[in-house]
């Protein structure tokens, strides 16, 4: 993906290669004014060769409409829908939606969708907010080409993305759960991630090493597909346990896969926390109803949804100095699942 996105066509280039004013080409495309046919033909024609997409923010502003935002999720359906009924998702989206509207923005959703199903076409937005977007993000990739503003929640994944976002402090949140479990008692602690380029798999996975090292601990990492779900998380708790049973502590950071893991540990015959303890990322409706409730964190979305409205705000009135802004720390959800009791 390129650094930065390219550059809008607008309304001088369609003019410019139309051979007509400017004003003749707003008239002609918004069917205002007398524009004789052959030219509204000529501009119509100039503006389709150059992939010309009128900026309806440009134009909302003008005549007083709303302007339309999106908040899209990047992580598949499988985890960022089914049984969770998008839980991350529509916590960010509740808050959001309410701060949006307060600046005169209308938010539309664009829920989590199956391989094959296409939406951004189908919607005319002013800019977009992106859940946790990985390297070479698709649904990011076309908003950045049709030259829309977007503020992403959570750092971008890769190294080559210039978009702004609000940090969600992965790594020291990884560091809160790992220390959390080392104090309750584990000793050898795995850790499960996502096999997508996402900075929050990586900032934990940085955390975790630095953990392990600290402790003389061996580190066993295991990156699955988010596509697998829950099954994912069976098969990763299955692979993980039968070939290094040393270990006593999983942290699973993808919630669907935390509660794989726990069905594969019952089914095994481990006691959880007795056993093995499992922690995970978003203290969802995933974490809470999984039994035992698994301990979580707390990630402050209120919070994070109401900065990342903000940001998008000041970009979309022109306003593009601030580039990032922090979240708050995430606070500790402790439940069941790694309250291991002394001896």
């Not at 992939?51 to 985890?79: C, E, W």
């Not at 992106?130 to 929640?153: C, K, R």
């Amino acid at each position: 993906m390129a650094d930065m996105p390219s550059q809008r066509i607008t309304i001088s280039d369609v003019a410019r290669e139309a051979g007509v004013s400017r004003t003749t080409v707003s008239h002609a495309l918004n069917g205002r004014g007398q524009v004789d046919p052959a030219t509204r033909l000529k501009v119509e024609e100039a503006a389709r060769s150059l992939g010309y997409r009128p900026n309806r923010h440009a134009q909302r502003l003008r005549t007083g409409g709303a302007s339309m935002i999106a908040l899209m999720s990047s992580m598949p359906f499988t985890v960022s829908g089914g049984p969770s009924r998008l839980g991350f998702f529509m916590e960010v989206a509740a808050v959001a939606a309410s701060s949006a509207l307060e600046r005169g923005l209308v938010m539309a959703l664009v829920p989590p969708h199956k391989p094959g199903q296409t939406s951004l076409n189908l919607l005319d937005i002013d800019g977009a907010l992106v859940i946790e977007p990985q390297a070479g993000d698709p649904q990011l990739a076309e908003l950045l080409q049709q030259g829309l503003p977007v503020v992403s929640i959570g750092r971008p994944g890769g190294d080559n993305v210039n978009v702004p976002y609000v940090d969600l402090l992965s790594g020291p949140a990884t560091q809160m759960l790992l220390t959390h479990m080392l104090a309750a008692g584990a000793r050898q602690i795995g850790l499960v991630v996502g096999a997508s380029e996402r900075t929050s798999y990586s900032q934990a996975e940085q955390a975790y090493a630095a953990m392990a090292a600290g402790h003389g601990m061996r580190p066993v990492v295991l990156r699955m597909d988010e596509a697998e779900g829950e099954d994912g998380g069976h098969a990763a708790a299955q692979q993980l346990l039968g070939e290094h049973p040393e270990l006593d502590a999983l942290l699973v950071m993808v919630d669907a896969f935390a509660v794989g893991a726990a069905r594969y540990a019952q089914q095994a015959g481990l006691r959880i926390p007795e056993d093995l303890m499992l922690a995970t990322r978003y203290d969802g409706l995933r974490a809470r109803s999984c039994e035992p409730p698994l301990t979580a964190l707390d990630l402050h979305l209120e919070d994070i949804a109401q900065q990342a409205v903000d940001l998008l705000f000041e970009h979309l009135r022109g306003d593009t100095t601030r580039r990032m802004a922090t979240g708050p720390l995430p606070a500790l959800a402790l439940r069941r699942s790694t309250q291991r009791k002394p001896g």
